[in-house]
């Protein structure tokens, strides 16, 4: 019925049409000279991704609502700098970066959806994002089957590896190891006790921690490994067991809301950071924010990026980040590590001269970044990055003071030997 | 577990983890009070109770900065501005969403459970939207900070102390407003008898709004009181919501001294478990012992007596 009515499809004047829009790549093409040296898209891409001659879209994939919007935010808005600078220097491979944004909305299953989305239907070239473990492991299937890549920021647990992701944050075993270290050697640490939320990593990590302390440490020993439900905010009983136990170093990987409440509680209890040792793996500047400098201060963490770091990436950095996003904005280890992702993929595309994902994957190995905030990165073999350790000393202000960093790149190792 | 401690060491562990029994017990009371005179006084279950709470977070944390800015000399004493302005705060937008959505409600109470669970949502998202996703973080007064020095080896918190100072206020306060004000008389009889309460001239719907507020109000106090001890953030309420729910429940749904009375054994009962078990573990039992004491009284601790 509605056939007859509409007879448009067959008049002349859209056989014009159509025979215009025919010429148009033509048209468009002479009217590039300036890009002669931009290798032509059926070169660069040969599996169908969201490639033109002008344009690469690419995928940010975070929480913006739900629990994790609190944590995630910092990322998205790194990855939208990076996108940027990378676009004003001139794009990748001659293109300017588009992105998609789509919402996890701090729920797994919505974030596998997403994920198929964002590779099924937008054919992404690549996928910023994800935060929690929990997340990346929903997405992480999805990313293998339908061939996408995915840039992981968050320092997590390890025992993982994918052809399919890079992860730009530290694993385990690079942040753990080097700082028990250096609380043994300089505060003659012996005897530790160990806290945190009860979900995978705080687990993981405090695993990887005993079997270093017990193991590797001359005379150490763990007096206590306790575990609170996500969101606990009563931590009254458990420092009365560290005032009993007298540990030399507390060592606490608690996250979230929980945090805040650990550190308020801690200071209320009459327990001062400025002699009573306490070694942190899960407090960023960002999280100091919610706890408030004047409850943490005296406290030390250990992770690969302060934002308070002397060098001049860094020095580049901070300043075009609070000009984008606001002169109060912190900058975790987190949000730097997601700045890391849109240019190690920048640079891994040029390296291997093509947008395809098996060859993107099998470039990484060995891509550096010279520009990185922390200073300089790796890839290795592995798909994580070679990166320092170091350790800050939290200040009333809400920022950490530099107060050790390892003379070399630490290698990742997520599946650390010995230590499972 | 004992054996290398001295008997002075461990007096002083017991004396500390004694009171923070008490202030746990202090939290879980100031949390269920203004749900238990929903929940009990009207039917309603609020699931946005953990929103209105962090409402009042919210305000405290704005008067923390507009005193900062505008009269730094107040700063030592700004928390009980703040407490007040959260609890007119939280009470209007409690009295508004009675009047908007509640009032609508009252004969599907399973209605107002899906409701009041969308009101959450939404009130979450604006916090985000108005606030910001990122927590922030609530200065306070140096003198609430650290920590009473009992004896050489005793400290208490005194964030702890003031927290249970303000409950036993607030408390004192509700009963003496439920039990002896003609207005409390009004509230019990209509939760008795609502038509007979309209026959003999009661203005139920006003009854009912101002209930509604004053509930709403106390969870905006507990809020503010809160942000020395916990975070404040868009989401933070939701942190709150199952341990309220379950004081109110396990105390007897419609009693305020099954609530306090609630609240203290699970207080207590969490607390001592959570020292000489892990802080997992000792919530996986205390919940059991919940479930297995709701499936022998199924009404909670104290029940009113209705005639069936």
Known sequence: ?????????????????????????????????????????????????????????????????????????GSVEAEKLAIEQINAAGGVLGRKIKFIQEDGASDWPTFAEKAKKLLVNDKCAAVMGCWTSASRKAVLPVFEQYNGMLYYPTFYEGLEQ??????????????????????????????????????????????????????????????????????????????????????????????????????????????????????TISVTEDEIDGIGGENIAGAYACMKYFQSLDNANNKAFVPAFKKMWGEKTVIGDVTQAAYLGPWLWKLTVEKAGSF??????????????????????????????????????????????????TADLVEPDPFPKGYQ | MFGDYSISDLGAILAMQGFAGLILFSVYVLMALGLAIIFGQMGVINMAHGEFMILGAYVTWMTSNAVQHVAPWLFPGYF?????????????????????????????????????????????????????????????????????????SIQIPINGMFVMALTMLITIAVAYVLFWSSWGKQVRAVVQNRVMAGAVGINTEKVDRYTFGLGCGIAGVAGSAFTMIGSTGPTAGQLYIVDTF???????????????????????????????????????????????????????????????
């Open chain 1, 1 to 73: 019925m509605s056939d007859e009515t509409k007879p448009g499809l067959k008049s002349p004047l859209r056989r014009k049409l159509l025979m215009g829009m025919a010429a148009l790549p033509a048209v468009s093409m002479l009217g590039r000279p300036a890009f002669a040296d931009v290798p032509a898209t059926s070169a660069v891409n040969t599996t169908g991704l969201a490639v033109t001659d002008s344009e690469v879209t690419v995928g940010i994939l975070h929480s913006v609502t739900g629990t994790m919007a609190i944590s995630e935010t």
């Open chain 2, 80 to 152: 009980f501005i703040a407490m007040i302005l959260a609890f007119i705060a939280s009470g209007a937008l409690g009295m508004l969403v009675e009047w908007a959505l509640i009032r609508h409600l009252y004969k599907r109470p399973l209605d107002t459970l899906l409701a009041t669970w969308g009101l959450s949502l939404i009130l979450q998202q604006a916090y985000r939207s108005i606030f910001g996703a990122r927590e922030v973080g609530v200065e306070l007064p140096e003198w609430m900070m650290g920590s009473w020095q009992a004896t050489d």
């Open chain 1, 162 to 279: 994918s052809k399919n992701v890079i992860y730009t944050g530290q694993e385990a075993t690079q942040q753990i190891i080097a700082g028990l270290d250096w609380v043994n050697k300089t505060k003659g640490a012996k005897s530790f006790y160990l806290l945190g939320s009860d979900y995978i990593w705080p687990r993981t990590s405090n695993k990887i921690a005993r079997k270093h302390i017990e193991n590797h440490l001359q005379g150490c020993k763990v007096v206590g490994e306790e575990y609170f439900p996500l969101g606990s905010t009563q931590f009254n009983s458990v420092i009365n067991k560290i005032k009993l136990t007298k540990p030399d170093v507390i060592y606490a990987i608690i996250v979230g809301g929980s945090n805040v409440a650990f550190y308020k509680q801690l200071k209320a209890a009459g327990i001062d950071l400025s002699k009573q040792t306490l070694l």
């Open chain 1, 356 to 405: 395809d994902i098996d060859k993107i994957a099998a470039a990484s190995p060995g891509v550096e970044f010279k520009g990185a905030p922390e200073g300089y990165v790796r890839i290795h073999e592995n798909h994580h990055l070679w990166s320092k350790t170091r350790v800050g000393r939290a200040k009333a202000d809400g920022q950490y003071e530099l107060i050790y960093e």
């Open chain 2, 246 to 308: 379950l004081v109110v429940v396990f105390g007897g749904a419609a009693s305020l001294f099954g609530t306090i009375a609630s609240a203290f054994s699970i207080s207590q009962t969490q607390s001592t478990l959570e020292f000489f078990l892990s802080g997992s573990m000792a919530k996986v039992i205390t919940l059991l012992t919940i479930v297995a004491i709701l499936m022998v009284r199924p009404q909670g601790l104290f029940a009113l007596k209705v005639r069936k």
